[in-house]
């Protein structure tokens, strides 16, 4: 129901925007927007090639190989399977004769290379059949970089704790240089850190703390 509701939205947006259709493509796991967008698992690693065609009216189309025919089931649409190369561009012909323009995760000179997820081949194919290819850019910003209310809200609460520890490590190395003590760039982050574990902040890498020549 979820992903249903995601699609419809789609279809909203794609209404809104005056783009026919979003076509998603992927092959292993190429493209880590479109398998997250559409809810694939993360233990899924699809071998064969598969397309998912979202319309801005009219219902979703899916292509994936004979071999993989359940990779999109939980996905809606009328599904499609393809055996040899011969029948994938023309069941892929087939999908977009009624659509003359489709976003893909494309852009135009790798403007976006976030964004820039489909290699030029299928570009080229699907440009080969007349469908003229735009960015996918504004979509994908939608769909994986607006925060719900719950996100919003904790992104608050994590800004106003960072805040207070960067204000605290200034109190700190403030007092000890007051007393006459030396501290050192490692010392405040390790300092830091601490704040982290104490508030159950997770981060990727250490806060960089440096001073002087070496804050170049």
């Known amino acids: 129901m979820v992903l249903n509701a995601r699609i419809k939205a789609v279809e909203g ?101 976030y964004v820039s997820k489909v290699d030029a081949g299928t570009i080229e194919l699907v440009r080969d059949m007349g469908v003229e290819v735009v960015s996918s850019a504004d979509l994908v910003q939608l769909f994986e970089a607006v925060l719900s209310p719950n996100q919003a809200e904790e992104q608050a609460v994590t800004a106003r704790t960072l805040t207070e520890i960067v204000n605290q490590s200034y109190r700190e190395i403030s007092e000890t240089i007051r007393k006459g003590f030396s501290i050192y760039e490692y010392d405040v982050q390790q300092s830091i850190l601490r704040s982290f574990e104490r508030h159950d902040l997770v981060s990727d890498h250490p806060p960089m703390v440096a001073v002087n020549n070496h804050s170049g």
């Not at 209404?15 to 398998?35: C, E, N, T, V």
């Not at 071998?47 to 319309?55: H, K």
Request: proline residues 7%.
């Open 13 to 113: 947006v794609l209404q809104k925007l005056s783009i026919p259709g979003w076509l998603f493509y992927g092959f292993q796991r190429i493209d880590p927007l479109a398998l997250r967008i559409l809810g694939f698992p993360e233990s899924v690693n699809p071998s064969r090639r598969w397309f998912y065609l979202v319309t801005a009216k009219g219902e979703p189309q899916k292509l994936v190989h004979h071999i993989e025919s359940s990779q999109l089931d939980h996905l809606p649409g009328t599904k499609h399977t393809y055996l040899r190369w011969e029948e994938l561009r023309s069941e892929l012909v087939r999908m977009l004769k009624r659509v003359g323009k489709v976003a893909m995760q494309y852009s135009e000179n790798c403007r976006t290379p």
